[in-house]
């Protein structure tokens, strides 16, 4: 399996080693996450943060362990936090190692003694064990571990409240928190002496909140102390779960029964190197239990750490996911779930963390869901499904959009889709700070039309298959292929608009454009698809994603950063995105007249692209980059298009 190891010299690098996180997952949501170090930066940061709802309501419970190596009554701190004066304590110092092997490990050394802690959640549960392992003289050898606790929400710091009463855990060894009415979270350990001594912690440094413009100091609980005698036991694991229902189960066999599962979907996957087996892991990341107990249907996460399901996301990223991974039942389970949902023709955008309510205030996430439908039938022909269960749904989304449906969205005389207003944000392009929308693209917009010709084509295909009565829109579906490459060619710069409403057409180069010539049924083909691709790669290619926005615009923003006003103003006006590799590489090869050459640049983007998978989430693809060099990764160090995306195009392709 695909592994990373960091060594000390590198790890004394701090901001570096700050600068990447490790990440675990277990199918409901939950996570546990930190720095290469240890020290959360982050105000999503744990060891264990729980969806309660799943895949949402996700609480940050377990901040983290101090731990503490005492050897002959000299005290060796071991862990890492910041504060705003400095790193106290600053156990980095004696980290020889850090590796993920697949599973996170860290390594220290005190003169002759060696400790080393492992990682590993729980698949299908919130819970997280924590074992250290000792070796070397242990005569006088003790491990001290305080678990500190936040019990919050994971979208917002904690400060100290009297309400959180810890207390010990019965006939366990550890401690039993209160969550809410009925919940607990429960900390044990194998081994050892538990003291219940609980004390606050005050304005812990959170650095990336701090980078990201937000509020960035936090209060934690240190709830006490538990004791081993490592000369007795040199082993001990701590577990960190929502439940004490649950059968216990041994790190060991937590650690093999997650190494077996991976195992299991590398087999059903086959990549063919280690970077395409490490993107087949991270894909599993993404595919979480949408509600409470057994058989719940799966849904995608957009992102990691804050993001929840969103429907657009899921859609694009279903192809790569699902498909390209050999989970086809997984594929059918997030249509089946998607498809339920349908609503006067629309898909839901999001769902928000409370997870009660759903907004529909996307125009693209429906005709996403053909696209994502039509990849799943030519890879599997699933007759029945595709009558019984997408094509109600899609000639639903069809009928809707012809004739009208929520926020304006309607066909136009010409047959071509329109949307929305001037205060609306109903593309992937939706960033708005209160009342401002910094790209507004309502009216005809490239991509969305790109994707309805796209869906009337295919909806022809499945209609003529299962002998079934088309939409009426259908019928039209050439005339609108023709009245799109008439809208929207522009002669003056060789490739497309980007949005065409009552202000005139708008000539921004944008990235939107590559879809008409990447898609299924493209409507813009041969030497005007070669044109679209050539003023991509010139204006808006970088080794990591295509820029939004050209870095001769006047509204370009080179770097992602600053508070969130500053952020949402760069978001999609020149940072870069990974998950639009995928679009560009199908457009490029689509019209490639030597295809060697074209698979050659093809190659060489995604290599390049995957230098990614050293950084941010080791193992995973950050969500977007600056668009200036040296193109620092931002956003989500995780997301689910970006991965699905280079994964798809590179089994696709063979890269």
Same mark, same amino acid.
């Given at each position: 399996m695909w592994t990373y190891v960091a060594g000390h010299e590198a790890l004394q690098d701090v901001q570096w080693a700050l600068d990447r996180e490790y990440l675990l997952t277990n199918g409901l949501g939950g996570y546990s996450s930190s720095s290469l170090l240890g020290c959360d930066t982050r105000r999503y940061h744990g060891l264990l943060v729980a969806a309660l709802k799943p895949p949402l309501d996700r609480r940050v419970l377990l901040s983290h362990l101090d731990e503490i190596l005492v050897l002959a009554d000299q005290r060796h701190s071991l862990?890492?936090? =910041?504060? +705003? %004066?400095?790193?106290?304590?600053? #156990?980095? &110092?004696?980290?020889e190692e850090f590796r993920l092997d697949p599973l996170p490990t860290w390594r220290w050394r005190v003169g002759d003694v060696q400790l080393t802690k492992r990682l590993v959640m729980v698949h299908g549960q919130n819970c997280v064990l924590i074992q250290y392992a000792a070796s070397g003289p242990l005569s006088e050898a003790r491990l001290i571990l305080s678990p500190f606790v936040a019990m919050r929400d994971f979208h917002h710091l904690g400060h100290e409240r009297r309400d959180l009463a810890p207390d010990l855990s019965g006939a366990a060894i550890g401690f039993r928190l209160p969550i809410d009415e009925g919940r607990f979270l429960y900390i044990h350990a194998t081994d050892g002496q538990a003291e219940l001594a609980p004390i606050w912690y005050n304005r812990l440094h959170r650095r990336q909140e701090a980078v990201r413009g937000q509020d960035y100091l936090e209060d934690v609980l240190r709830v006490g102390a538990l004791t081993v005698d490592l000369s007795a036991s040199p082993s001990v694991t701590v577990t960190a779960?929502?439940?004490?229902?649950? =059968?216990?189960?041994?790190?060991? =066999?937590?650690? /093999?029964? /997650?190494?077996? !599962?991976?195992?299991?979907?590398? #087999?059903?996957?086959?990549?063919?190197?280690?970077?395409?087996?490490?993107?087949v892991i991270a894909a599993d990341q993404f595919l979480v239990q949408r509600g409470q107990g057994d058989e719940q249907p799966v849904s995608i996460l957009a992102g990691y750490p804050w993001f929840a399901d969103w429907g657009r996301d899921?859609?694009?990223?279903?192809? #790569?996911?699902?498909? /390209?991974?050999? !989970?086809? %039942?997984?594929?059918? /389970?997030?249509?089946?779930?998607?498809?339920?949902?349908?609503n006067e023709g629309m898909l839901p955008n999001r769902f928000e963390d409370s997870g009660d309510q759903v907004s529909y205030n996307s125009v693209d996430s429906a005709l996403w869901f053909i696209q994502a439908a039509e990849a799943l039938i030519r890879e599997t022909r699933y007759r029945d499904f595709l009558r019984d269960t997408l094509w109600p749904a899609a000639a639903e989304i069809i009928d809707r959009y012809y004739r009208g449906t929520r926020f304006n969205i309607h066909a136009d005389t010409d047959g071509l889709i329109v949307a929305g207003d001037a205060g609306t944000q109903l593309t992937w392009m939706d960033a708005k700070c209160g009342d401002t929308v910094f790209t507004p693209r309502w009216g005809k917009a490239v991509e969305i039309n790109a994707l309805w010709v796209s869906a009337l084509h295919v909806a022809a295909e499945w209609a003529h298959w299962l002998g079934l009565p088309p939409p009426d829109a259908v019928r039209h579906r050439q005339d609108i292929a023709e009245a799109f490459r008439r809208v929207f060619w522009n002669p003056s710069l060789g490739c497309l608009y980007d949005c065409v409403n009552e202000r005139g057409a708008d000539a921004t180069i944008r990235p939107n454009q590559l879809f008409a010539v990447a898609l299924p049924h493209a409507p813009v083909t041969g030497e005007q698809g070669r044109q679209v691709v050539d003023v991509v790669r010139r204006k808006l290619l970088t080794p990591f994603g295509l820029r939004t926005l050209p870095q001769d615009a006047p509204n370009y923003r080179g770097h992602y950063a600053g508070g969130w006003f500053e952020r949402d103003g760069a978001y999609h006006q020149g940072t870069a995105w990974a998950w639009l590799l995928g679009a560009y590489v199908d457009a490029l090869m689509a019209t490639a007249e030597a295809p060697s050459v074209a698979r050659d640049e093809a190659q060489q983007l995604v290599d390049a692209a995957l230098g990614n998978l050293d950084d941010g989430a080791l193992g995973s693809i950050n969500e977007i980059f600056d668009g200036d060099a040296p193109h620092t990764p931002? +956003?989500?160090? &995780?997301?689910?298009?970006?991965v699905a995306e280079l994964l798809r195009v590179k089994r696709a392709y063979e890269l």
């Open positions: 862990s890492t936090v =910041e504060y +705003g %004066d400095g790193f106290f304590p600053a #156990g980095y &110092a004696l980290l779960n929502v439940s004490s229902s649950q =059968e216990p189960v041994t790190f060991a =066999e937590a650690r /093999e029964g /997650e190494l077996e !599962r991976r195992r299991e979907l590398i #087999g059903l996957a086959t990549p063919r190197d280690l970077r395409e087996q490490a993107l899921a859609m694009i990223a279903l192809r #790569g996911l699902c498909i /390209e991974t050999g !989970r086809l %039942d997984l594929a059918c /389970e997030v249509l089946s779930l998607f498809a339920g949902l349908v931002r +956003g989500c160090v &995780a997301q689910a298009w970006s």
